[in-house]
Nanobody
Framework: HVQLVESGGGSVQAGGSLRLSCIIS????????MGWWRQAPGHGREGVAA???????VYADSVKGRFTISRDNADNTIYLQMNSLEPEDTAMYYC??????????????????????WGQGTQVTVS
């Protein structure tokens, strides 16, 4: 049974940075993709970034050039480095996994329905 725990959220001023972490407990993730989503009040869940085991990455247009997703397979952890934060980035951020999925041919983060193991989220507030 895979469990994901997000951390690293907080409150920052516009232009600031945060680094989110997602630790996966349970069976070691050996394949597939992992990703970050966010949901702001009154809005649907939005794909932010995803990365697969070949280190292919894909980003939402709104975060390209500002956010960087990375993974540490040895520690079963993924990260989201967020720079130049904007008030529009304010949301609850979630991570999830998709065994067997490659993002190599995706121009945007894959649909959330392809992912599982959603954590409780970590709040990011930019003012």
């Amino acid at each position: 049974h895979v469990q994901l725990v997000e951390s690293g959220g907080g409150s920052v001023q516009a232009g600031g940075s945060l680094r989110l972490s997602c630790i996966i407990s349970g069976p070691k993730i050996t394949g597939g993709s992992m990703g970050w989503w966010r949901q702001a009040p009154g809005h649907g869940r939005e794909g932010v970034a995803a990365i697969d085991t070949e280190y292919n990455t894909v980003y939402a247009d709104s975060v390209k050039g500002r956010f960087t997703i990375s993974r540490d397979n040895a520690d079963n952890t993924i990260y989201l480095q967020m720079n130049s934060l904007e008030p529009e980035d304010t949301a609850m951020y979630y991570c999830a996994t998709s065994p067997g999925l490659s993002v190599q041919f995706y121009g945007l983060p894959p649909p959330a329905r392809l992912f599982r193991g959603w954590g409780q989220g970590t709040q990011v507030t930019v003012s």
